[in-house]
């Protein structure tokens, strides 16, 4: 069965940290680009990061740059999503798709079921 599984959301406080996995079953990660979107309540869904298949080159957005790291781990067939220095204004549910392209083509073959990330004192 193909799948993208998420894992590692939480509840943290503000300053904390989170790593998030997406993990892939039924096919390989190698080859496709994979990115990491959220989505708030009663806001659109918005593309947070990127690692492409190839060079590994990794793309943010500017509300998360500097705090959140994305990797890739091939062997392990797993991708992560470093967060530091949560802020209230990161909650959201996360999710990891499968880009079977580039990190600039929104185009996605597989979704994970999403993670629900709440950042709160």
């Known amino acids: 069965q193909v799948q993208l599984v998420e894992s590692g959301g939480g509840l943290v406080q503000p300053g904390g940290s989170l790593r998030l996995s997406c993990a892939a079953s039924?096919?390989?990660?190698?080859?496709?680009?994979i990115s990491w979107l959220r989505q708030a309540p009663g806001k659109e869904r918005e593309g947070v990061s990127c690692i492409s298949s190839s060079s590994g080159s990794t793309y943010y957005a500017d509300s998360v740059k500097g705090r959140f790291t994305v990797s890739r781990d091939n062997a392990k067939n797993t991708v992560y999503l470093q967060m530091n220095s949560l802020k209230p204004e990161d909650t959201a549910v996360y999710y990891c798709a499968a880009n079977p392209t580039d990190c600039e083509k929104k185009v996605y073959d597989y979704w994970g079921q999403g993670t629900q990330v709440t950042v709160s004192s």
């Open positions: 039924g096919f390989t990660l190698d080859y496709y680009a």
